[in-house]
């Protein structure tokens, strides 16, 4: 399976260097695609196939954890695979983040990492769709 | 927290994010800084601080340029190098709040924002040597981090 990436941050360079991590990983990419926000994440994700979402939590317009209620609540696309990459280091904030669903890498990560995050989401799909 | 491990966060995260080379405490301070961010924090109990991250120009243009993927000799923009730091500053600091106050309590950061060079001072400045160039962190609490200290309960020696 080749996935589409969404990559979600407010730093365009930050997306940058995510995006080659993602090229780095040995993960069989289709397309990449890149949001600044999580509203434009929302656009993007209504107008796209996205398989993978790589998502930043401290944003401006919509946060990363709203972003991801509202994805978890949008039956179209509540089932799509969600890893956080963040400095976030509240373990009440990462519980949460986890009971929605998603995996989490801590920045700084290497590539290897985001492919066991990515395998470890895929082990917990075991015959789900998107 | 003791210098040495203020340092080994910000080398891991240099390292690891930047690829940047670390080579231990800086042995001088710079001249002048080339960039210079703040990132302020919110925490518990109303608790906050900021920290301060600056980079001597070998180390603002070497981190624009790894984050890139530029190739030899080409060179950042002005732009790129502020982002660039921007984001080095925002991980440094997410990644030394934990290690000064533990992970149990949520901390709010600020987006980094640009300031004008000017030397670091404070309780903890710590400089770290690299390859590349120097990075020098300064670190402020409120109220020489009692709430905060006193809400997560951080064990004395641990303490900033």
Redesign the interface.
């Known amino acids: 399976m080749a996935f589409n990436v969404l990559v979600v941050d407010?730093?365009?360079?930050?997306r940058?260097?995510v995006a080659?991590a993602v090229g780095m990983s040995g993960l069989s990419i289709s397309k990449t695609y890149e949001a600044g926000d999580g509203v434009q994440a929302l656009k993007a994700m209504r107008s796209q196939w996205i398989d993978l979402v790589l998502l930043d939590i401290?944003m401006?317009v919509m946060n990363g954890e709203e972003f991801l209620t509202q994805l978890r609540a949008d039956t179209a696309l509540s089932k799509t695979l969600v890893i956080v990459v963040?400095?976030?280091?509240?373990?009440?904030?990462i519980t949460r983040l986890k009971e929605m669903g998603a995996g989490f890498i801590h920045?700084?990560?290497?590539p290897e990492e985001l492919v066991n995050a990515v395998n470890d989401l895929m082990a917990g799909k075991v015959g789900g769709d998107k | 927290m003791s210098d040495e491990a203020c340092l080994a966060v910000i080398a891991?995260?240099a390292?690891?994010?930047a690829f940047l080379m670390p080579t231990g405490p800086a042995e001088s301070t710079p001249d002048s800084w080339r960039i210079q961010i703040e990132v302020q924090w919110v925490g518990p109990d109303g608790s906050r601080g900021r920290i301060m991250v600056a980079l001597d120009q070998g180390a603002a243009e070497a981190t624009?340029a790894n984050?890139?993927?530029l190739m030899p000799g080409e060179v950042p923009s002005g732009p790129?190098i502020q982002?660039?730091g921007?984001?080095l500053a925002?991980?440094i600091?997410?990644?030394l709040?934990?290690v000064l106050y533990g992970?149990?309590?949520?901390?709010?950061?600020n987006?980094p924002e640009a300031r004008a060079p000017t030397p670091l001072y404070g309780r903890t400045v710590v400089m770290l040597g690299l390859w590349e160039g120097i990075i020098g962190v300064s670190i402020y609490g409120d109220a020489d981090n009692t709430r905060i200290l006193k809400a997560v309960q951080v064990p004395r020696e641990l303490r900033a």
Do not use: C, W, Y
Not at chain 1, 86 to 93: F, G, H, L, Y
Not at chain 2, 103 to 109: C, I, K, R, S, T
């Open positions: 407010d730093n365009r360079m930050m940058s260097m080659r401290n401006p963040s400095t976030e280091s509240s373990q009440p904030r920045k700084p990560f290497r | 891991n995260v390292e690891n994010l624009a984050l890139l993927g790129d982002d660039a921007n984001e925002n991980v600091a997410g990644n709040l934990p992970n149990d309590h949520e901390f709010h950061l987006p």
